[in-house]
C-alpha cells in the first residue's frame, strides 16, 4: 500500500456536516499523522499549496484563493481524499477566471480586507448579506434594498471566500473595491515578495504554523484553532502584522470561548456544523463586519457571534456564547425572507 493509499484509507469516516472546510482540517491531520505536512506560497491570484508526504517528496498541488481552499486543492490533487467526498470538493475549488477576478482586486491569499467592503458597500445600498451551506459548499448572497440580487457567489470553500468571489462577479462593485484597495498594504504580497513559505503540521484537531524565509525561522509551529487563524497567528510572531491588528486579534482571541473549552476540532469544522443545521432548518444568517466579523440570526432578540477572521468562527462563537436551543431549533415561522 502506498503512503497517499494508506492515508485515504484512514479517512473514510468523513462527515459532510463539517463542510469543506471542516474536511480539509480532517485530511490535513490524518497526512501529518502519517508524517506528511502541507506548504503555501502567496501569488498574486492567490495561494500555491503542496502536499508532502512522509518522505519529504510532493504528492499533490493546488490553487485556490487563501491558503486554507488552496490546501484542499492540493489533497484533491494528491488522492488522499476518499469518493465520494473527492467529488463533491471538487465542486468548491475556485475556477480560474474567480482567481483571476479576485486577484485582481487584491489577491494573495488576502480576503477579509475587500470582504469587509464588499459587505460595506451592500450595506451602503440598503441591502444585507447572508450564507448558508449548499451541499458541502457555502454560498452568499449580497440583496439591495429591493431585495433584488446585489451579488451571488457559486458553491465555496467558506463564507469569507464566498462574499469575495461573489463580489468579484459584479464588475461595478469589483472596480470600486479595487480602485479603494489601490495602494493598500497587503501582508500577503510583502510575504510572497519576500519569498516566505508558511507551513501547517496538525495534531488532535490543533494546526501548528511555521512561517520561513529561505534558512530562517520566523515562526515556529504556532498554536491555533484552525489554518486561517494560525497564519495569521504566525505573521503576528514573524512580525508581519501591523501592531493595531495584532493587538485586536490578540484581544479577540483571549476571550475567544473555544480557547478555554477545546473540543478536538478545528474552529471550522464547528462552524460548518452549526451553518449546516441552520440551512437544514431554513434559518437565514447575516453576515457583516464592523472591525469584527459578525453573524446574526435576525428577528426579535437579535442572536449574535463575533469572529476576526472567518464566519465560521463567528458561528462558533455564536453557539458558545449565545443559548444553543434558540440557536439550532428555533420558533416556527422564523423561516428566511429571501431563498438562495
Not at 112 to 128: D, F, N, V
Not at 253 to 276: E, Q
Not at 280 to 296: F, K, M, Q, T, Y
Not at 307 to 324: F, H, I, K, Q, V
Request: with cysteine.
Amino acid at each position: 500500500m502506498s503512503w497517499v493509499e494508506d492515508v485515504r484509507a484512514e479517512l473514510q469516516s468523513l462527515s459532510r456536516r463539517e463542510g469543506a472546510c471542516g474536511i480539509c482540517h480532517d485530511v490535513l491531520e490524518m497526512i501529518c499523522k502519517k508524517g506528511g505536512k502541507a506548504i503555501t506560497y502567496e501569488r498574486p491570484d492567490g495561494v500555491i499549496a503542496k502536499i508532502y508526504d512522509n518522505k519529504g517528496e510532493v504528492v499533490g498541488e493546488g490553487k485556490d484563493i487563501v491558503s486554507a481552499s488552496a490546501i484542499l486543492s492540493a489533497e484533491l490533487d494528491a488522492g488522499v481524499i476518499p469518493e465520494p467526498f473527492a467529488s463533491e470538493l471538487s465542486a468548491v475549488v475556485t475556477s480560474e477566471e474567480d482567481l483571476r477576478r479576485t486577484g485582481e482586486i487584491y489577491g494573495y491569499g488576502r480576503v477579509i480586507t475587500p470582504a469587509s467592503l464588499a459587505l460595506e458597500e451592500a450595506k451602503k445600498i440598503g441591502g444585507r448579506t447572508v450564507i448558508r451551506r449548499e451541499g458541502i459548499g457555502v454560498v452568499a448572497q449580497a440583496f439591495d434594498a429591493q431585495g433584488n440580487t446585489f451579488f451571488k457567489s457559486p458553491v465555496c470553500y467558506c463564507p469569507v471566500c464566498a462574499v469575495v468571489i461573489g463580489a468579484s462577479r459584479n464588475e461595478e462593485l469589483a472596480k470600486k473595491i479595487r480602485e479603494r484597495l489601490a495602494g493598500k498594504r497587503n501582508t500577503g504580497k510583502i510575504k510572497y515578495e519576500q519569498g516566505v513559505e508558511n507551513i501547517y503540521e496538525m495534531e488532535d484537531g490543533k494546526v501548528f504554523v511555521s512561517i520561513k524565509r529561505g534558512n530562517e525561522m520566523l515562526a515556529e509551529r504556532v498554536l491555533a484553532c484552525c489554518m486561517v487563524y494560525g497564519m495569521v497567528k504566525a505573521e503576528v510572531v514573524a512580525g508581519f502584522s501591523p501592531k493595531e491588528s495584532a493587538q485586536q486579534f490578540k484581544a479577540y482571541c483571549n476571550i475567544c470561548p473555544l480557547k478555554h473549552c477545546w473540543v478536538g476540532k478545528s474552529v471550522g469544522s464547528l462552524g460548518n456544523i452549526v451553518l449546516n443545521r441552520l440551512s437544514e432548518i431554513n434559518v437565514e444568517v447575516e453576515v457583516s463586519i464592523d472591525g469584527l466579523i459578525r453573524a446574526r440570526i435576525p428577528g426579535n432578540g437579535v442572536i449574535e457571534g463575533r469572529g476576526t477572521l472567518c464566519t465560521l468562527s463567528a458561528l462558533t462563537n455564536m453557539l458558545l456564547r449565545e443559548d444553543a436551543f434558540k440557536i439550532l431549533r428555533p420558533k416556527r415561522g422564523s423561516a428566511p425572507e429571501h431563498e438562495l
